[in-house]
């Protein structure tokens, strides 16, 4: 036995190359923004946004064709944005399920601005796509409907899980097809209703305030096994 | 005591267990499809839009049937390609593509036993709609049968659905995709919708077109229910199931080189079926009673349907179509006035009977125009078409406003006709859009079905597209009666100021020669 080691920090070999320096604690900025960049990357944000840019084309495609007004200047954007909302739900879905929810701190804030965020998107890009052509019931009328089959998406992502929330307003416009036919009169069916309803614009608000509330707090009921 | 070794017990064979067979595998999927758990939602969505507009409709086969192609399919296909694809997608999502894809069952046999589950589940639900629609309708007293074309194409557009969502889920396992299918469905939907309403020729294919442009109220009545534009929508649907179906099949993984060539058959197949479909329904015409296409047409569906009609008892019978039987009391109120004023009169109805639709003219926007009422035959009878019209219980309908609207439409073309101008010139007529020229030699006819449609007020509005003679009735609608209008005016005026005896008087002589136009105005009392 020598002493040729003491004084040499603890696990050091003569002749070993030096050992990676353990990385810095990032500041709070740049670890809140990796947090979100992983929070979008697990939720396949970039996909949706890129879902509602198609979503936006589509509707300006459709637009060129369609009939300035009448039911099927309706109908057809009236699809494009429950699809867009139906994306937005879906986009809740997480693949870690219980684990992230006990371990996330973080979590339900990231949940709002993700749906916030999102919704803004989708609105600006329907509205951009929406744009250079005619659409009945305009940019208000859009922000309404959307806005409010969002608030559907977010809720039944709450009920039955965010890779099942596109039921919720795909059997929302259904209904809504029907309501647009037969001229129904309620406001909870608001794309039926002109676009400066008042009673129109308060349910779709408050659809969506719920859905945003409701996803914040509790989050999509997922299983991690999917 | 000797230990004499025991005997050896026999090796029993180890038993390799037997691949679950077809039957076992689909009762698995029964379990597991995730349509079973849509089933209340998909329910409440048939209840919401078919049940409900049909029973907001009057108690017939063919708008009940009408309801159950295109109401049910619109709220039905998009979920179910959502649903379909989600199934799909199932094992690529959970990991599990290469775990099962060494199991003893084909991989497309599995498959085609979870796409079978989903659709068996779908099928059963819009079946038992179809039975309590259908059983409703049978206990309101619907004359006639049951239509099953229009639900045998509901089957199949359930069918395609889920076999393109099952087929999109499957190739592209992501979570976009169920939301994604259920939209382009939506979307191809509309799509279709606004090109029938935009007359595209190949457009009837789509199944939301039940007959066209026709009512729905407008055919299997009078003659059968023509099947053409159903059988090949049919085989749209069935040749783009099958060709779905097929595409799955044909992945390496999927099967040894047989079943692949078997799938890619199939795909062929299907989608051959569905391009002579479209090309069928490009040949499509629309016919009195329906849309015919030249290649299915069965010459059998041309013969009228057998019928006893029921009568009124007035001075002029009205005799309807048995299907039509609750209408005859508003039938008779509507045009008993005016058979009871002109009764009698040489050329005058002594009898109403209602026909089939008599003429048919396409119009844009997948509208149709249909003839009007007709005189004719010895004793002269009044051949009243009633398909097209309004009827009581459609809608927010009332039996008034049927009564009402059958008066002003019919009533006008009635007095038209009875006074002898031509086709087309009187307003109900000339509503559809037909524009007539007329000579100035029908003053006098104008004057008197003028003064006729005054007494028993009925609309004499001049609809656009009806150009008058100097010295028609152009006055009696009050606006810009020139100095030759105002001629007729005044002669109708005449006319109508008679006592009633004395205007029927009148008309029992000199209705043949005003009919042969050789009345002039002044001639008129």
Redesign the interface.
């Known amino acids: 036995m020598t002493t040729a080691g003491v004084g040499r920090p603890v696990g050091r070999a003569p002749g070993c190359p030096t050992p990676a320096r353990p990385p810095r604690p990032a500041g709070p900025g740049r670890a809140g923004l990796r947090l979100a960049r992983l929070h979008a990357a697990s939720r396949?944000v970039l996909?949706?946004v890129l879902?509602l840019a198609a979503c936006a084309v589509?509707l300006r495609t459709a637009l060129h064709?369609?009939p300035r007004s009448g039911v099927?200047a309706r109908?057809?954007p009236l699809?494009?944005e429950?699809?867009a909302a139906?994306?937005i739900?879906?986009?809740t879905?997480s693949p870690f399920g219980e684990p992230e929810r006990a371990t996330g701190r973080w979590l339900p804030w990231l949940r709002l601005a993700a749906s916030v965020a999102l919704t803004g998107i989708a609105v600006g890009a329907l509205a951009a796509g929406a744009s250079a052509a005619h659409l009945d019931g305009g940019a208000a009328g859009l922000a309404r409907d959307l806005a409010g089959l969002t608030g559907i998406a977010l809720l039944t992502a709450a009920v039955a899980g965010?890779?099942?929330a596109?039921?919720g307003p795909?059997?929302y416009?259904?209904?809504t097809?029907?309501a647009l036919t037969?001229k129904w009169t309620t406001p909870w069916t608001w794309p039926a209703r002109p676009p400066h309803d008042r009673g129109a614009a308060i349910c779709a608000a408050l659809v969506f305030a719920a859905g945003v509330a409701v996803i914040t707090v509790r989050g999509a009921r997922d299983r991690s096994?999917? | 005591m000797t230990a004499a070794p025991a005997p050896a017990a026999a090796p029993r064979a180890w038993r390799v267990p037997r691949p679950a067979g077809p039957a076992r595998l689909l009762r698995i999927e029964l379990r597991r499809s995730p349509v079973l758990w849509m089933l209340p939602l998909l329910a409440a969505l048939f209840w919401l839009s078919a049940y409900r507009t049909a029973m907001n409709n009057p108690p017939f086969w063919n708008i009940r049937a009408a309801t159950l192609q295109a109401n049910a399919m619109l709220a039905f296909a998009p979920l179910l390609a959502g649903v379909c694809a989600w199934a799909g997608s199932r094992d690529g999502r959970r990991g599990l593509v290469d775990l099962v894809g060494v199991t003893a069952v084909p991989r497309w046999a599995a498959q085609l036993a979870a796409w079978a589950a989903a659709t068996i589940w779908a099928e059963a639900l819009y079946l038992a709609g179809v039975a309590v629609v259908y059983g409703v309708t049978a206990h309101q007293g619907a004359w006639g049968g049951p239509l099953w074309w229009p639900v045998a194409v509901g089957v199949a557009m359930i069918a395609a659905s889920c076999a393109l969502g099952f087929a999109a889920g499957l190739l592209l396992a992501s979570r976009f995709t169920a939301p994604l299918a259920a939209l382009v469905v939506f979307l191809a939907l509309a799509g279709g919708a606004f090109a029938i309403q935009d007359n595209v020729k190949y457009a009837q294919i789509w199944p939301l077109s039940v007959q066209g442009p026709f009512p729905t109220d407008s055919y299997g009545i009078f003659y059968p229910y023509l099947p053409d534009l159903a059988i090949a929508q049919v085989m749209f649907l069935a040749g783009l199931a099958a060709a779905a179906l097929g595409a799955i099949g044909l992945p390496a993984a999927a099967g040894g080189r047989w079943l692949r060539g078997a799938a890619a058959a199939v795909t062929v197949a299907g989608l051959a079926a569905a391009g002579t479909a479209v090309g069928l329904a490009g040949t499509a015409r629309v016919e009195a009673h329906g849309i015919v296409i030249p290649a299915l047409h069965d010459a059998a569906s041309d013969r009228p349907v057998p019928y006893t009609p029921v009568c009124s008892r007035s001075v002029v019978p009205v005799c309807l179509q048995p299907a039509y039987r609750a209408y005859l009391p508003e039938v008779t109120a509507a045009l008993g006035p005016l058979l009871a004023q002109v009764a009698g009169l040489p050329g005058a109805p002594v009898r109403v009977t209602q026909v089939a639709v008599t003429s048919v003219q396409a119009a844009r926007s997948n509208g149709i125009g249909f003839g009007g009422p007709v005189i004719g035959g010895r004793p002269p009878v009044l051949y009243l078409p009633l398909s097209g019209l309004t009827l009581p219980g459609e809608g927010n309908a009332s039996a008034a406003q049927f009564t009402s609207n059958l008066r002003q439409q019919y009533g006008l073309s009635i007095v038209d006709e009875l006074v002898g101008l031509p086709s087309g010139a009187g307003p109900s007529t000339g509503a559809n859009g037909i524009s007539i020229a007329l000579g100035p030699g029908h003053a006098a006819q104008f004057a008197i079905a003028g003064a006729l449609e005054q007494d028993l007020n009925l609309v004499t509005q001049v609809p656009t597209g009806v150009r008058l003679p100097p010295g028609a009735r152009g006055g009696s609608a009050g606006s810009g009666a020139s100095a030759p209008g105002n001629q007729g005016l005044a002669a109708g005026k005449r006319f109508a100021a008679l006592p009633e005896a004395a205007r029927h008087a009148w008309l029992a002589t000199h209705l043949a020669a005003l009919r042969a136009d050789r009345i002039t105005l002044s001639e008129i009392p």
């Open positions: 396949r996909t949706c879902v589509a064709w369609l099927y109908q057809i699809t494009i429950a699809g139906a994306v739900g879906v986009t879905r965010g890779a099942l596109w039921i795909m059997a416009l259904a209904v097809l029907s037969e096994r999917e």
